[in-house]
């Protein structure tokens, strides 16, 4: 028979002893829990916040913001984009996770829905930037850019005026460190025939409620690559017809144009009609940029800028073979592993994974749809549109941080191994 456990009498004190030197989470320094809980990533920490109020009002200090965003690893948002649709689509937040260099990397996905994370129009990705998402929808007759936080459902409209008298138009977020600002820059033609007049651009601050004229654009913006923000500044490839093509940047701090200097014997464009895909990005905070020239070869040269601005600085660092040959086939690198491996994005049909010991890519595709998509880097974050865009009119799709959390923990983490 089952012996039951002898309880205290009513009215009696229950003693509780502690060994010695132990101590409750809830005993510790504020600034140490700041510090432990800004190093998790984004699902559990957004579960924490469900914990107790203490933990709730930490995480929305703004030192802890700050902090996490500092600290935020780099993820991939990828969006389907279906050629024929009326509303928006889900899109996956990809987080690859690397717990030991010995040991395959996995991925955890975090599916993000209109409604709950984002506008629920036909919207599409722009770019990321500081912890902030930028879409646009709409078309020629009318278009409207949206800044968003998915992981707090908040984001803020900004109409795009007079878009019909808007030729060769491209857009792109960014933020100046020192103003502590977030920008949207556009660059056009104001006449369709373009040698009829400059390019111009237009800059809007977050905050501010409208565009103002920043003058003649020496360089256009053009389609962004995933991740090409580095030192505030959105880099781009500028193919011309009339030159073998150059790197352009745009300074939100200085707010001015400026242009990179190319690797050695890179050719964006052989001057006759060709062009050899080629992309910018970031990694360990350098700029790298593909050499695409020799892709005949069936490889490419992944060169970095080891000190921002310096010619002299760009390093071959990777070199890729065995890539199929097409003429316009491109190959973005998107992520690179502490393995040697590189999630390369082909033609934005599918994500490989070149692994050098194999020098190929792996017939395992790391993502593979049905549609083409949209890729950026994203680093998830905690910045709420409250603090930074006061002054525009804020939609909120979830009223609570703890409905947020709730959003996120109906999702099902994916562990998918990586290529042998």
Not at 43 to 68: A, E, G, I, Q, Y
Not at 145 to 174: M, Q, R, S, W
Not at 367 to 390: E, I, R, W
Request: charged share 20%.
């Amino acid at each position: 028979m089952r012996k039951l456990k002898k309880t205290a009498s009513v009215g009696s004190k229950r003693r509780t002893t502690k060994p010695p030197g132990s101590s409750s989470v809830a005993e510790l320094p504020n600034a140490l829990i700041i510090d432990i809980l800004s190093r998790l990533p984004i699902k559990p920490l957004l579960n924490c916040k469900s914990v107790c109020k203490t933990w709730l009002h930490l995480m929305s200090d703004p030192f802890f913001v700050r902090l996490h965003l500092e600290r935020s690893p780099t993820t991939l948002l990828i969006q389907k984009t279906p050629f024929e649709r009326k509303e928006s689509t889900e899109m996956l937040l990809v987080e690859i996770v690397e717990e030991d260099i010995s040991k395959p990397f996995y991925i955890e996905i975090i599916r993000l829905f209109p409604t709950k994370n984002f506008p629920d129009t036909d919207v599409r990705i722009l770019n990321s930037c500081n912890g902030l998402l930028c879409l646009y929808s709409g078309d020629k007759s009318g278009m409207m850019v949206h800044v968003c936080n998915p992981v707090l459902g908040e984001y803020i409209d900004i109409p795009v005026v007079n878009t019909v008298k808007k030729f060769d138009h491209h857009l792109a977020f960014g933020f100046s460190s020192v103003s502590n600002q977030y920008k949207v820059l556009q660059t056009f033609y104001p006449e369709k025939d373009k040698t009829a007049a400059p390019c111009l651009a237009e800059i809007y601050t977050v905050g501010t409620g409208q565009w103002r004229s920043i003058g003649n654009a020496p360089y256009r913006l053009q389609s962004l690559d995933a991740n090409a923000f580095l030192h505030d500044s959105i880099h781009w490839i500028e193919y011309r017809s009339n030159s073998i093509g150059f790197v352009s940047a745009f300074d939100f701090v200085s707010e001015q144009f400026k242009l990179v200097p190319l690797p050695p014997a890179s050719q964006i464009h052989d001057g006759m009609g060709r062009c050899y895909p080629s992309s910018v990005g970031v990694i360990k905070g350098c700029l790298f940029m593909t050499n695409g020239v020799c892709i005949e070869n069936e490889k490419f040269e992944i060169w970095v800028m080891e000190e921002y601005g310096i010619k002299e600085s760009w390093t071959k660092k990777f070199v890729l073979s065995n890539l199929e040959v097409q003429h316009y086939v491109s190959y973005q690198p998107l992520y690179f592993l502490s393995s040697g491996e590189i999630l390369l994005c082909e033609d934005d049909e599918s994500i490989g994974v070149y692994v050098p010991k194999l020098k190929r890519i792996h017939e395992d595709k790391f993502y593979k749809g049905k549609d083409c998509f949209l890729v950026t880097a994203h680093n998830p974050s905690f910045v709420s549109l409250q603090d930074v865009a006061k002054g525009e009119e804020l939609t909120v799709l979830r009223k609570s941080l703890n409905s947020a959390a709730a959003a996120i923990a109906d999702n099902q983490n994916v562990r998918v191994d990586s290529c042998p």
